[in-house]
C-alpha cells in the first residue's frame, strides 16, 4: 500500500481528487507528462482534408 504524507503531516491512503501544485519535484513531472500527452497527440494537418484545386 503507497502512504501519502502531505507537507503538513497529513497521512493520506489516496491523493485522489486533491491537487498536487507544481513546483519542486512535481513540476518536473506534471511537464512530461504535459510534453508525453502534446507529442502522442495526432497532428491536425493530418486530420484536415486537403481542398482540391478544381
Do not use: C, F, N, Q
Not at 6 to 32: C, H, Q
Amino acid at each position: 500500500m503507497i502512504k501519502h504524507i502531505l507537507a503538513d503531516g497529513t497521512e493520506l491512503k489516496s491523493i485522489e481528487g486533491r491537487t498536487i501544485p507544481p513546483t519542486g519535484k512535481t513540476e518536473a513531472v506534471y511537464r512530461l507528462i504535459a510534453e508525453l500527452l502534446i507529442s502522442s497527440r495526432p497532428s491536425r494537418t493530418a486530420e484536415e482534408p486537403k481542398a482540391s484545386r478544381a
